[in-house]
């Protein structure tokens, strides 16, 4: 096997193209028989492209937005920051609750620990802007992610529902009530 060099940093608004493409290949391998074909079909690399360009340049701290990048590619990306007051109403979280907006691997890229090595970076950044706990959303019907966040130690929640997409779907929220157990438990996986 073919040994790879990756580099986990901060996105740029030049990243912008690599974070749409790793979104939007990320979403129509994962989320196939979960969204409608037609809406993942529809994805646009440009539109989505433009989104995170703004997003990128408007980032205030404590948001934290880490690129994976091999090669000078980004091949995946996690962005978090304050948890939302919709998110973490429903959960017995504390006061400080972080949460992780978005958390993508590029199908080629999964299964070599760059995914957990981004929430660990992104987490560990938000444990030391004081949050104490952590949230992340996902599909419901994603058994992959779902597997992934309980094998750290997330604890699922109730299904909250929600709209991806214009589809109506239940997104199930993981939590770790304590934030640096997660970043120790990524700490000790990596070596």
């Not at 989505?48 to 980032?59: C, D, I, M, S």
């Not at 962005?79 to 504390?94: C, I, P, Q, T």
Request: with cysteine.
């Amino acid at each position: 096997m073919k040994q790879i060099t990756v580099s986990i940093r901060s996105a740029e608004t030049s990243d912008a193209i690599g974070l749409a493409r790793v979104q939007i290949e990320t979403w129509r391998d994962a989320y196939v028989g979960i969204l409608p074909d037609e809406s993942l079909i529809e994805l646009d690399e440009m539109r989505a492209a433009v989104r995170w360009t703004r997003l990128v340049a408007g980032l205030e701290e404590p948001e934290l937005l880490s690129v994976a990048e091999v090669d000078g590619d980004v091949v995946g990306f996690c962005h978090g920051g304050n948890g939302r007051r919709a998110v973490s109403a429903g959960l017995d979280s504390g006061d400080r609750m972080a949460e992780v907006y978005a958390l993508y691997v590029d199908p080629n890229y999964q299964g070599l620990g760059l995914g957990r090595a981004l929430l660990g970076h992104v987490a560990q950044g938000l444990e030391s802007d004081g949050f104490e706990a952590l949230t992340i959303l996902t599909l419901e019907a994603n058994r992959h992610g779902r597997r992934f966040y309980e094998a750290l130690g997330g604890l699922a929640g109730d299904p909250v529902p929600s709209v991806v997409s214009g589809t109506p779907i239940d997104q199930t929220p993981y939590v770790w009530s304590d934030i640096s157990v997660l970043v120790r438990r990524i700490e000790t996986a990596q070596g």
